[in-house]
């Protein structure tokens, strides 16, 4: 009688304390799961961005900055937005026969600790139809995606021209 009493509580019983185990255990990890695929790679980050100030009349604009891929893995852009601009690009500056030219880049990636300068001369994003002249000391947010990441954000600083 009593062990039947308690083989028909126990297994009810046991049930909610795996039940609760795992709803502590399990429920941290899904999350910490979902997060990872969610926020920034805390070790990606975006240094000194700026944009030189537009000449009169100009709408299309180049922003230079440095991405540092610190974290674990590699990472690829997916797509670039920011307010001041409905087109963005990813470009890369050659000089053919002494020609300076641009290409478009699909993307950029950069494997575990690599780093890569945007800088006059070479990589750049072009900000085109530009539809207000930021003056300088301005700045505007640009939202830098890396596949399967939440998008980094980035504040771009408008220079005076060299
Ligand atoms: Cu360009």
Request: proline share 7%.
């Amino acid at each position: 009688m009593v062990a039947l009493t308690f083989g028909r509580f126990s297994a009810p019983m046991i049930f909610v304390v795996l039940v609760t185990l795992c709803g502590a255990g399990c429920s941290q990890d899904e999350g910490r799961l979902a997060k990872a695929d969610a926020v920034p790679l805390s070790g990606v980050s975006v240094t000194g961005a700026m944009m030189p100030q537009l000449p009169p009349g100009q709408k299309v604009g180049a922003v230079y900055f440095k991405i540092i891929n610190n974290s674990a893995q590699t990472v690829t852009t997916a797509a670039i937005q920011s307010p001041i601009s409905e087109r963005i690009e990813i470009h890369r500056t050659y000089y053919d026969d002494g020609m300076m030219q641009m290409r478009k880049l699909a993307n950029i990636t950069l494997a575990p600790g690599e780093s890569l300068a945007f800088s006059p001369g070479g990589h750049h994003l072009m900000l085109f139809d530009i539809a207000s002249q930021p003056a300088v000391g301005d700045s505007f947010p640009l939202s830098l995606y890396l596949s399967g990441q939440e998008p980094l954000e980035i504040t771009v600083k408008v220079t005076a021209i060299h």
